[in-house]
């Protein structure tokens, strides 16, 4: 019997955070404002996918800045549905970083409804949202080649870094990204205090 041989896929190595470069790229690529909003949001808020795609208008307090996540969108093949979101922890009010605050308001400044809809205001299909994100990591790849393994998880990781180095405990990290409890903030902060020493040895060598 001959196995037919199946080509191993790329990873997507979403277990990290976003490389300078295409933190760069995020506000040098050529992006239109419904594209930069969607990739800042994940970004500056941490996101899930599933709860960016089923924001709306009035989840979003500009005056107070914060965004509040109460549900979902996800696909049964390629149609959407807007539930709630996947446990009561990713219910949750998540601050809106003064940086991303002007950008945000300028893109809902006339909007109505979703944010990121389908041209006629439905939900987003699966496949208008690949298209989406694909023609976002084009933009991104023309300014750096570290973007070709991006997707929208890499981002929440890249959150849960900010927020160790912004010096938030655990219980907060977990409680602004969802999470049920610390144990997955934990892994994360754990491996980045290990990063930390590292980096302090080498300089320590450098130097002496």
Known sequence: NIKKLVTPQKPKNEKRALTDREKAALFSADLD??????????????LRREECLALDVSALDLKRRFVHVR??????????????????????????????????????KDKRGLLFSMPNGDPITKSSFR????????????????????????FRHNYATMLYYSDISPKKAAELMGHADTTMINRIYA?????????AEKLDRIFA
């Open 131 to 154: 298209c989406f994100w694909d023609n976002i990591k084009a933009a991104l790849m023309n300014e750096t080649p570290d973007a070709e393994t991006l997707t929208p998880h890499i």
């Open 33 to 46: 404002d419904r594209q930069r909003a969607f990739v800042l949001l994940l970004y500056y808020c941490g």
């Open 71 to 108: 549900q979902a969108l996800v696909f049964d093949v390629n149609a959407p549905k807007i539930e709630r979101t996947k446990n009561t922890y990713s219910v949750r009010s998540v601050p809106i970083p003064a940086p991303f605050l002007p950008v945000l308001r300028a893109y809902v």
């Open 191 to 199: 491996h980045l205090d290990e990063m930390k020493e590292n980096a």
